[in-house]
């Protein structure tokens, strides 16, 4: 068999399975793309080295597919790190508020995904009632309400008490969660330390934006599925990456 074939087989295994699992999403697309860059990386190198042209060209195209593929292993390696050293609720202390980050809010209430995050809050709120929670989550053109309004009513419902939570519902991206929680923060005297809670393919960048603004903080996590868990992280490449930089310019600004 031709080794371009085999070669094609190969990358085709793990677009079959995405489009399998997630249909024609973003992390399948995402897949896809990345399939037939390696590809063209792999395949195209025996005709690269006719002619000084191609040659050059080829050798970008290896430099740029290279820093793709090691940035996408660092921040895959990144998240499923920081998942595994989060502190369980019962070891994290000497923090000064809670920051639950939003999420989609469906039409008879708060999401599959918010409400693990939910939960995991008032896991840590149950023992530790003293604590003020930040819920952060502005309104999205196909939600009935602020995500932060259903966060509230959900901790509420489930034996928070409504004067410990405070409401940050104006965010529509994970960094104006973080911008906007500190403003609280510093507007009510609260400290500068925060636990953030939100999913865990999403803790990761919650917390080095808020550590790149200047917040302290710890985190805690829900836990997905393994293949929500897969999806989630591909997106959160190209989120993470524009994240890193509007955090950066935002710091110095």
């Not at 399939?35 to 050798?59: C, D």
């Not at 911008?179 to 990761?204: C, E, P, Q, R, W």
């Amino acid at each position: 068999m031709n080794k371009n074939v085999k070669l094609l087989i190969i990358l085709s295994i793990p677009i079959i399975l995405a489009l399998f699992e997630w249909g024609l999403s973003f992390s399948t697309v995402f897949i896809i793309v990345s399939m037939i860059l390696i590809y063209i990386l792999i395949s195209a190198k025996n005709i690269a080295y006719e002619n000084k042209y191609t040659k050059v060209i080829y050798k970008t195209y290896k430099v740029i597919m290279i820093l793709f593929i090691t940035s996408f292993i660092f921040l895959q390696s990144a998240i499923l790190l920081n998942i595994y050293k989060t502190k369980d609720v019962n070891t994290v202390d000497n923090v000064d508020v809670m920051i639950v980050l939003g999420a989609k809010v469906n039409k008879d209430g708060v999401s599959k995904t918010l409400k693990l995050r939910l939960d995991k809050a008032i896991e840590y709120y149950n023992k530790n009632k003293h604590m003020n929670i930040i819920v952060s989550g502005g309104q999205g053109k196909d939600e009935i309400m602020t995500e932060a309004s259903a966060m509230k009513e959900y901790l509420v419902g489930n034996g928070v008490n409504r004067n410990n939570i405070i409401l940050e519902d104006k965010a529509t991206t994970t960094l104006e969660n973080i911008i906007f929680s500190k403003s609280i923060m510093k507007n009510l005297n609260l400290g500068n330390k925060a636990l953030i809670v939100t999913s865990d393919y999403h803790l990761f960048r919650g917390r080095f934006i808020a550590s790149i603004l200047g917040v302290d903080n710890e985190g805690l996590c829900s836990i997905s599925s393994l293949s929500s868990r897969m999806y989630y992280m591909i997106r959160e490449y190209p989120t993470s990456i524009i994240d890193l930089y509007r955090s950066i310019k935002v710091s110095f600004s």
